[in-house]
């Protein structure tokens, strides 16, 4: 099952009442094609990195082609660490990115002379998941996290007994994300201590879906992955809360769960944007309507401050 495919049948129900008020709200030429200068726009827009910054990206991209559809959005999944890599050879206008740039992709953009703009566009939580017939680990702690992925578990920490000695000795199944994911970096990093420190017997995959199916699959089944894919299989997989506190929209705006809520990045090539008439309008669009474009994709909107940063981000490529 493809990414685009699973998100898109997610916020379908919301998506005609969501383009009606965005087009009613930003005073939008009825008109199909026509933007607010009166001109159609047409070309390409490329975007490509994280896995689950890409429902969102398809989300803006679909409302976005009401408005202009002469413009042909396109949203790959390579994971942040490959969409970085295309972002700073010049092939993609955006990068869909669940972590900062690190230095060293930074420097790769410096030497092919990409300059970038960073733009938090959303915010999400990290979320731990178990199979349904699990009705023992309903809260686990950061310290029960790191003694399931740490890479020292490897081959001693096989079942859930090995856990916690009131937990059943069931054996443990591990999913989660693959090693080009920023999901998988930020995981690593707030449980572990360090980014890509993990062990190494578990079933990784760049598409959180097939974490889904191997939870749902096991009855000893945990894996990771963002908040939204948790609202969108409710029926397959449950979340359980980390130090007593579940993930939701407020407790990852205001901070309380942690350490795996997070914010959520585009990068947009500087040159794109002043030099691509239909990469302008798209990236101004996403940022404009922001709130409720990750509403309708089942994400964690920005907060008001989040907001006021992300325009000033964007006032600065103009």
């Given amino acids: 099952m493809s990414t685009k495919f699973s998100k898109t049948a997610a916020f379908t129900a919301t998506f005609a009442a969501a383009a009606i008020l965005l087009t009613a709200c930003s005073g939008q030429s009825a008109t199909p094609g026509e933007s607010e200068s009166g001109s159609s726009l047409s070309g390409a827009v490329t975007a490509d990195g994280s896995s689950t910054v890409a429902p969102l990206a398809e989300a803006a991209a679909d409302f976005f082609r009401d408005i202009e559809p002469g413009v042909n959005v396109t949203v790959a999944t390579s994971g942040t660490g490959g969409g970085f890599k295309a972002f700073c050879a010049g092939e993609t206008d955006i990068s ?7 230095d060293e992709e930074a420097a790769e953009c410096e030497a092919n002379g990409i300059g970038y703009t960073e733009i938090v566009i959303a915010n999400d939580g990290l979320a731990v998941v178990v199979n349904p017939e699990n009705d023992w680990a309903d809260d686990l702690s950061v310290e029960q996290l790191n003694k399931i992925w740490a890479p020292e578990s490897e081959g001693v920490v ?4 090995d856990v916690d000695p009131s937990f059943p000795d069931v054996p443990l199944a591990l999913f989660g994300a693959g090693t080009d994911s920023g999901t998988f970096d930020y995981f690593t990093d707030a449980v572990n201590g360090e980014e890509g420190a993990i062990r190494a017997d578990y079933s990784p995959s760049e598409d959180d879906n097939i974490t889904v199916q191997g939870v749902a699959g096991d009855p000893g089944g945990i894996g990771f992955f963002g908040l939204s894919y948790v609202e969108e299989n409710a029926d397959l997989i449950k979340a359980v ?5 579940y993930p939701t929209v407020e407790t990852v705006q205001d901070g309380t769960y942690t350490p795996l809520g997070r914010p959520l990045f585009i990068y947009v090539a500087n040159a794109s944007y002043t030099d691509k008439p239909q990469v302008k309008a798209f990236v101004d669009y996403f940022v404009s309507e922001a709130v409720t474009i990750a509403e309708a994709a089942l994400f964690v909107p920005l907060t008001d401050e989040q907001i006021t940063v992300a325009s000033e981000e964007l006032a600065t490529l103009g």
């Fill in 96 to 102: 869909d990115a669940s972590r900062p740039i690190k």
């Fill in 241 to 245: 809360t980390v130090e007593g506190v």
């Fill in 158 to 161: 096989l079942s859930w007994a």
